[in-house]
């Protein structure tokens, strides 16, 4: 090779080096321009995510954030010893005013303050822990993976779990809001996608007792968003009055509501009303000797007494023990004792169910509840004595008459409450035809599941743990609540029984004694 190849190698060589260098530069200054948009824009990505966080819990929070904006504001302006004196002010007032009148205080203060408190210190600090621990979260460490396996010349799918390395994302439950009642608290939680309601059931009972209380219940608001309810003091404890009498004497006989009518107190502390006409009025309460099956019964007659005298109500009374209604045998229009005198009275009830179709068929869908056409209510104390134990003629043809009042009495105006210890479908082979059940103490726990339902005790009904002492206690399903609603029946004392029969009676309300009747003779008391 000569000595200008050479030179022009070199040359070449030199000049591919230069161009190098200066594309190199370029492209250095390119990536350094990419490297500060990239820095700049994912900075900007963050804050605009900062902000759009900070805005909506200022939204989701506005109370909380408009008292520390007056805090600090007041910090600012009129400085600390002016904050701490009006707060030391502030707070010597509310306690005031909670030893003074704890009702009104709670009802205008506390709960909110102790909504706020629960809100921040408990629930959202310490439930998703919890609900972890109860395994109410989802992981995203296992992943459903379809692979297609090729078996013999055919294809099949077949569904596999891939668990991915390192440490697995973990979701909880959020929680969305706290209201704290008197005796509840009712925390409201978003669902992760993968949940459903009723794994929240089936974890109430350990969400209880992580939170430290008797009973947690789960309400379903929305498709995604349950309440979960923890009852921190228990408001049955003590005995429910039923209504005083001298109350109704007052009362015109069309201002009860026959729809809505007293019979106790739910664990909420609210009203528990029960329907005697119209839909859900046929009632089955199922409970042991001296569970307060009587309370039930009583409590709603009671409340009713101003209709019942004036006649807008015809009580009838089925009574194998012979004892419990006979107690105030003067409101009931029709009582029997024995099953000859229970055929006899569920005849008559259908003959006017027969005579009311005849009237109002064609005209109307529902028979006007008045005092010419009364609602027919029958109270059938310990059904099974004559639907379980008696000759089986007799107990056959009970069946047949209280099964056809149960499914054509709601629309022509007649209501049958039934009463029992052993709710087993042989005892009461009607039992799927009262649409509203109560379950008392009774002594087995699969005495639950065929009052309520299935799955009843799961949900928290526990009725074989009510204590003897709290009589009148039981569960109700079907009150608006997934969970069973605990509910306790008005007492009903010897004495209110009597008065009741005075007040009722004194208002001229017919008892037809069916002896007599079949006589030929009525008699009036």
Same mark, same amino acid.
């Given at each position: 090779m000569s000595a200008g190849m050479v030179i022009l190698a070199l040359l070449a060589a030199g000049l591919g080096v230069w161009v190098l260098h200066k594309i190199g530069h370029a492209l250095a200054a390119i990536l350094e321009a990419l490297a500060a948009v990239a820095v700049v824009f994912v900075a900007l990505w963050w804050l605009l995510k900062t902000l759009v966080w900070l805005v909506k819990?200022?939204?989701?929070?506005?109370?909380?954030? =408009?008292?520390?904006?007056?805090?600090?504001?007041?910090?600012?302006?009129?400085?600390?010893? %002016?904050?701490?004196?009006?707060?030391?002010? =502030?707070?010597?007032?509310?306690?005031?005013? $909670?030893?003074?009148?704890?009702?009104?205080?709670d009802q205008w203060c506390g709960r909110?303050?102790?909504?706020?408190?629960?809100?921040?210190?408990? +629930?959202?600090?310490?439930?998703?822990?919890?609900?972890?621990?109860?395994?109410? %979260?989802?992981?995203?460490?296992?992943?459903?993976?379809?692979?297609? /396996?090729? =078996?013999?010349?055919?294809?099949?799918?077949?569904?596999? %779990?891939?668990?991915?390395?390192?440490?697995?994302?973990?979701? /909880?439950?959020?929680? @969305?809001?706290?209201?704290?009642?008197?005796?509840?608290?009712?925390? $409201?939680?978003? @669902?992760?996608?993968?949940?459903?309601? &009723?794994?929240?059931?089936?974890?109430?009972r350990a969400l209880a007792s992580a939170r430290k209380v008797s009973r947690c219940q789960v309400r379903e608001l929305e498709p995604n968003v349950v309440s979960l309810d923890?009852?921190? $003091?228990?408001?049955?404890?003590?005995?429910?009055?039923?209504?005083?009498?001298?109350?109704?004497?007052?009362?015109?006989?069309?201002?009860?509501? @026959?729809?809505?009518?007293?019979?106790?107190?739910? &664990? +909420?502390?609210?009203?528990?009303? /029960?329907?005697?006409?119209?839909?859900?009025?046929?009632? @089955?309460?199922?409970?042991?000797?001296?569970?307060?099956?009587?309370?039930?019964?009583w409590c709603p007659l009671v409340a009713s007494a101003s209709v019942i005298r004036a006649g807008v109500i015809r009580v009838s009374g089925i009574d194998p023990k012979g004892m419990e209604l006979s107690y105030g045998r003067g409101i009931f229009a029709r009582y029997a004792v024995t099953g000859a005198e229970a055929l006899a009275l569920l005849d008559e009830l259908l003959e006017e169910l027969e005579r009311r179709k005849a009237e109002f068929a064609g005209r109307v869908r529902e028979v006007p509840i008045s005092t010419e056409w009364p609602l027919e209510l029958l109270e059938f104390d310990e059904i099974g004595a004559l639907t379980k134990y008696t000759d089986r003629k007799t107990r056959e043809q009970i069946v047949e008459k209280v099964a056809i009042l149960n499914t054509q009495g709601r629309a022509l105006g007649f209501t049958v409450r039934g009463y029992v210890q052993e709710p087993t479908k042989d005892t009461v082979p009607v039992r799927e035809l009262f649409p509203r059940r109560v379950c008392l103490r009774v002594t087995s726990k699969t005495h639950v599941g065929m009052v309520l339902g299935d799955n009843a005790y799961e949900r928290g009904a526990w009725a074989n743990r009510i204590p003897e002492s709290a009589a009148?206690?039981? +569960?109700?399903?079907?009150?608006?609540?997934?969970?069973?609603?605990?509910?306790?029946?008005?007492?009903?004392?010897?004495?209110?029984?009597?008065? =009741?029969?005075? +007040?009722?009676?004194?208002?001229?309300?017919?008892?037809?004694?069916?002896?007599?009747?079949?006589g030929g003779e009525g008699a009036a008391a």
């Open positions: 819990q200022v939204v989701i929070h506005w109370r909380t954030t =408009l008292a520390l904006f007056a805090l600090w504001a007041w910090w600012q302006w009129l400085g600390w010893l %002016s904050l701490a004196i009006s707060a030391a002010c =502030l707070a010597a007032v509310l306690a005031a005013w $909670r030893v003074a009148h704890v009702v009104s205080f909110f303050l102790r909504s706020w408190w629960l809100r921040w210190a408990v +629930y959202g600090r310490k439930l998703p822990a919890w609900l972890h621990a109860c395994g109410l %979260s989802i992981s995203d460490g296992t992943l459903p993976v379809e692979v297609t /396996v090729n =078996l013999v010349g055919r294809r099949r799918r077949k569904a596999v %779990s891939r668990t991915g390395g390192g440490s697995a994302a973990v979701r /909880v439950p959020k929680v @969305l809001g706290v209201r704290s009642g008197a005796s509840w608290d009712e925390v $409201r939680v978003e @669902l992760v996608p993968g949940q459903k309601p &009723e794994d929240f059931d089936d974890a109430a923890f009852m921190r $003091r228990d408001l049955l404890a003590s005995p429910v009055s039923c209504p005083a009498l001298p109350d109704l004497v007052a009362v015109d006989g069309t201002g009860v509501d @026959l729809r809505h009518v007293f019979a106790g107190r739910t &664990e +909420y502390g609210q009203d528990w009303a /029960v329907p005697l006409m119209g839909p859900g009025a046929h009632l @089955l309460v199922a409970g042991a000797t001296g569970a307060g099956k009587n309370s039930v019964m009148g206690t039981g +569960y109700v399903w079907g009150e608006g609540v997934r969970e069973p609603l605990r509910i306790r029946a008005g007492w009903v004392p010897d004495e209110t029984v009597k008065a =009741l029969e005075h +007040y009722v009676t004194n208002g001229g309300a017919r008892v037809i004694d069916l002896a007599a009747r079949r």
